[in-house]
């Protein structure tokens, strides 16, 4: 009788994939940022490692302990340096975890997920705007790329200089002066340090550190409010680093299955799924649906235990 | 056929990895943090 209780236990206990994830997330938003203890602390002596990961963390930010794969290869290319590493980066993480990392590592994604979970309410848009949308991040990478790359290519050739000028302080990278964790990590706690001594607030010109300050808050708030109004709203229409993550999401050896026998076709993984994904729609031996995070909301929701890793 | 892809694209990575590490890459990321310029 005991072991029938003792086993009755053991299939009804359901491991708490969300508060795992977001104990992860918490660690990984602190490890990311750690070198801004150095600050509090200065007797500690943690140094800048130069490993790219695929989320956003801002290479611009001095709190930044690992910077972000496309802030990387955006640099490397405007110097113009062949981005070997990060690609390397991209090509191993991407095949085996695809984009694992955006659900669990990403602080951005972290500070979305607070704000999904103080909302409450996974609030869906309609299939049509969803799919449309869902193009944005793939056109702000391609837009990364070429002016990267284009201008890779006129220094490289020794032609690029006026280009370089006429890109001004997006010649680095397009997104990289404006992007929200520059602004959140690197802008804001500069202003809140040195304010009109930091020289961020300058209005001399279109091009002036004051513009460009002002559009990476306007796209902060952007963020802000999007996170607010639709679940994970970055990672899923803006970010480009997602979008680089997703192309090899498709084949990546870490993916989920559906067991077909258990699946009662409730629908609670799809209305819990914060990237709107159709799972009952997805083949069941397994599926890497490419805007998938392997958040795993989705095998916590699953009431019958159907939803699971699979690996490869 | 996805399998083979991925088989494929972890090589390619690897190889690059390896590439990066013989050119000493590493030590040029290391210089990239702060960039002066940016806001």
New interface residues.
């Given amino acids: 009788m005991a072991s029938e209780q003792k086993a009755a236990k053991i299939q009804s206990f359901k491991f708490p994939y969300s508060l795992f994830r977001n104990l992860i997330q918490f660690l990984a938003f602190f490890a990311l940022n750690l070198l801004a203890f150095r600050f509090v602390y200065p007797f500690i002596e943690i140094n800048?490692i130069?490993?790219?990961v695929p989320v956003l963390s801002s290479?611009?930010?001095?709190y930044?302990l690992l910077?972000g794969v496309l802030d990387?290869f955006q640099?490397?290319l405007s110097h113009p340096?062949f981005p070997?590493?990060p690609?390397?980066?991209?090509?191993?993480i991407?095949?085996?975890f695809g984009r694992f990392l955006c659900g669990w590592v990403c602080p951005m994604g972290f500070i979305q997920d607070l704000i999904l979970k103080m909302k409450g309410v996974t609030t869906k848009v309609s299939l049509r705007k969803h799919v449309s949308l869902i193009r944005v991040k793939y056109f702000v990478l391609s837009l990364i790329v070429f002016f990267s790359s284009t201008l890779a290519l006129s220094l490289f050739l020794q032609a690029g200089s006026g280009y370089e000028d006429a890109l001004g302080?997006f010649a680095?990278g397009i997104l990289?002066?404006i992007a929200p964790e520059?602004t959140l990590f690197?802008?804001i706690p500069?202003l809140v340090q040195a304010g009109m001594e930091s020289g961020?607030l300058n209005f001399t010109s279109l091009t002036s550190?004051g513009y460009?300050?002002l559009l990476?808050l306007v796209l902060l708030a952007i963020f802000f409010v999007g996170a607010y109004m639709v679940p994970w709203f970055w990672c899923r229409y803006v970010c480009p680093t997602g979008a680089l993550m997703a192309i090899?999401m498709?084949?990546?050896?870490l993916g989920l299955k559906r067991d077909p026998s258990k699946c009662t076709k409730c629908g609670d993984c799809v209305e819990i799924c914060p990237m709107q994904i159709r799972i009952l729609d997805l083949p069941w031996e397994k599926f890497?649906d490419p805007e998938c995070t392997l958040c795993l909301e989705c095998v916590g929701a699953c009431s019958s235990g159907a939803l699971a890793t699979k690996m490869? | 056929m996805r399998k083979i892809i991925a088989s494929l694209c972890l090589t390619a990575g690897l190889l690059m990895l390896v590439l990066g590490l013989y050119v000493d890459q590493f030590s040029y990321l290391k210089m990239l943090t702060g960039i002066p310029g940016t806001p």
């Fill in positions: 800048f130069p490993v790219p290479l611009n930010s001095s930044t910077g990387y640099v490397m340096l070997i590493i690609l390397a980066i991209i090509l191993v991407g095949s085996v302080p680095e990289l002066p520059t690197n802008t500069r961020l550190s460009i300050v990476g090899p498709r084949f990546s050896f890497n490869p």
